[in-house]
């Protein structure tokens, strides 16, 4: 059974920072950040790919949030700074299976940024 286990989640005041990470039991292609606030719906934050390390983000929080990967742990980081308000929702894990191709979810861990 595949598993994502994410860690990292809180809560922080504005302009603060986080770091969630997320360990797979896989290896994986491509590992990803969603994120989804109350009556919104679910969206991309960041990605990054394995091979390469080639990664994507969300226009919203470019500049902000740095996605970062260890190949030998199968874990994916997502660095968060100048915290907002508007960045509160369940962030969740994905992952693209290396030779499967299948996608996997996260159990998703809540960040609430909040003064």
């Known amino acids: 059974q595949v598993q994502l286990v994410e860690s990292g989640g809180g809560l922080v005041q504005p302009g603060g920072s986080l770091r969630l990470s997320c360990a797979a039991s896989?290896?994986?292609?491509?590992m990803s950040w969603y994120r989804q606030a109350p009556g919104k719906e679910r969206e991309l934050v960041a990605g990054?790919?394995?091979?390469?390390?080639?990664?994507n983000y969300a226009d919203s929080v470019k500049g902000r949030f740095t996605i970062s990967r260890d190949n030998a742990k199968n874990t994916v980081y997502l660095q968060m700074n100048s915290l907002k308000p508007e960045d509160t929702a369940v962030y969740f894990c994905?992952?693209?299976?290396?030779?499967?191709?299948?996608?996997?979810w996260g159990q998703g861990t809540q960040v609430t940024v909040s003064s």
């Open positions: 994905n992952a693209v299976g290396a030779s499967s191709r299948n996608t996997y």
């Open positions: 896989i290896f994986t292609f491509r």
């Open positions: 990054i790919t394995t091979a390469y390390r080639r990664t």
